[in-house]
């Protein structure tokens, strides 16, 4: 069990805790002001600020271990990912009172304009999403939160995993959890802070992908999908093997889709 889940899963997995989506954590005000500013303080600074980072990471070649600490721990403590496959999402989707779809704050950082890949789930009455400052979009039809069927909301995220999105579940101000993002390395500003700066802003998956030699053909389909490096190859006797290193592997489930053998399986970590 992980360390979040051990202060925030009262025994099961974090992100299946009730509590962690209740009414009571989003009206404490401090949280309240924290989910308002989001898109502007969490997001517009923080890109400006990863600019900074990694440059200086191509100076030096890595964070002081004092910085890289300190910014694990600040995320931990307010925003923080974890990697969740799809069977995951289906389940957690369809527990929730109301999915709205949201324009992507790090895609917009980036100037990549109004892409809707990320969803605010509410699992009960309160509607926490109403309180972020969505003025940062500009002026937008649905002021940015399109309500969205549960199964609709699922469907669009399988499309999204289709073209190479990674899903992952935040806190907003720990342990409230409000949003579901749909990521890839180019577009997302914890996964480029993870490759770029090597600081951990999400955890891997309670899954990790196991492949089964027995079926592999060697292909290599799956180590071209894998966003995170965590798939090289072994040769034996001539036959070449997928091989997955476990510590790098975030059981994003992309390399079992695009195996053409259906020698992946996602198991337990
Ligand atoms: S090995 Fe597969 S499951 Fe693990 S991170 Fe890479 S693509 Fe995702
Ligand atoms: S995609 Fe499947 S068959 Fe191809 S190398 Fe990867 S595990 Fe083996």
Known sequence: ???????????????????NFSGDLVSDLRRRGYI??????TIQEGFVTLGRLEALVQKKGALPDRVRVGMQEKARQE????????????????????????????????GKGEVRACYGISI???????????SSFGPLPDE????????????????????GAVHTIWTMMTPFIGAICNCTLDDCLAMRTLSGIK?????????????????????????AQC??????????????YAVIDAHACYGCGLCRNS??????????R
């Open 259 to 268: 195996c053409p053998a259906g020698a992946i399986a996602l198991i337990c």
């Open 144 to 163: 940015g939160l399109e309500s969205v069927d549960r199964e609709e909301a699922i469907r669009q995220m399988e499309h999204l995993e289709e073209h």
């Open 199 to 223: 600081v951990e802003t999400m955890a891997r998956a309670e899954f990790v992908a196991a492949v089964d030699e027995e079926q592999c053909i060697g292909c290599g389909q799956c180590a």
């Open 124 to 134: 009960g009455p309160e509607q926490w999403y109403r309180h972020i400052d969505m």
């Open 79 to 110: 925003h923080f990912g974890q990697v969740l496959p799809m069977e995951e999402i289906r389940e957690l989707v369809r527990k929730a009172e109301t999915v709205v779809r949201m324009p992507c704050a790090c895609r917009w950082a980036m």
């Open 1 to 19: 069990m992980c360390e979040f889940c051990t202060k925030h899963g009262d025994g099961q997995v974090w992100y299946k805790n009730a509590k």
């Open 227 to 240: 966003q995170f490096k965590a798939i090289g190859e072994r040769e034996d006797s001539g036959s070449h």
């Open 36 to 41: 308002e500013r989001f898109v502007k303080d």
